[in-house]
């Protein structure tokens, strides 16, 4: 009986130095926590619309995106309304938290290079192509063209993007019918986002692809062994 209640009162004498250790652990584990950042910088930045900071840093970090210097080629037509959309689309992409790299003709082609070559170089380096289409670019050559070009690169890809201002579905061009576009109209800023989500939704089954692929290859060697 004694024993125990010796125990009792050198247990009640040591719970306040325990308080203490707990409240100091606790203090220090907060200022460690305010001073080390829960995210890393690169995840914070790449953070878009329509997908977790987990899946963007999934499809914007792999190696494959950076296969190809562009993100997104934007074509248009020399009108200026047109090509204040295009800017304004350009800036919007490629601002914090997106990130993503875009080529602007007016902007990123070289001087005094071929037109022809400066615009099917900048396409095969792309891995998606907005379109920004408006009655000026159905009725511009070079539109046109590069229009074409992506086409033949790769129809029904998905790496094709329809944006509609200012058009009525009579000019919309008629080689675009199977792909769903983004009308401008119902709001540029969504219009904008959904062009995001289009490069992200890519990326991610780019990767998706080539891992299986690897898995395959993998099991098949493995089986010849």
């Given at each position: 009986m004694q024993g125990w209640f010796q125990k009792l009162l050198k247990s009640r004498a040591t719970t306040p130095r325990e308080q203490e250790s707990n409240a100091r652990q606790i203090s220090e584990t907060s200022v460690s926590s305010a001073l080390t950042p829960s995210m890393p910088t690169s995840s914070l930045q790449n953070s878009s619309p329509g997908a977790t900071p987990s899946r963007q840093q999934f499809a914007l970090g792999s190696e494959l995106r950076w296969k190809r210097k562009y993100d997104v080629f934007v074509c248009h037509s020399t009108a200026h309304p047109d090509i204040e959309e295009a800017t304004h689309l350009v800036s919007f992409l490629e601002a914090?938290?997106?990130g993503l790299r875009c080529f602007l003709w007016q902007r990123d082609t070289c001087p005094g290079g071929a037109i022809s070559t400066e615009y099917?170089?900048?396409v095969q380096n792309s891995h998606l192509r907005a379109l920004l289409i408006t009655p000026s670019f159905v009725q511009d050559g070079w539109c046109n063209y590069m229009m074409h070009q992506a086409l033949a690169e790769g129809p029904m890809s998905r790496r094709m993007?329809?944006?509609v201002k200012n058009l009525s579905m009579s000019q919309y061009p008629k080689e675009l019918k199977f792909y769903y576009y983004i009308?401008?109209?119902r709001g540029t800023d969504r219009g904008y986002m959904l062009v995001i989500k289009a490069v992200i939704s890519y990326l991610e089954d780019l990767v998706k692809s080539e891992m299986q692929l690897n898995c395959?290859?993998?099991?098949?060697?493995?089986?010849l062994d």
């Open positions: 914090s938290p997106h099917c170089e900048a993007i329809p944006l009308d401008l109209s395959s290859m993998g099991s098949s060697s493995g089986g």
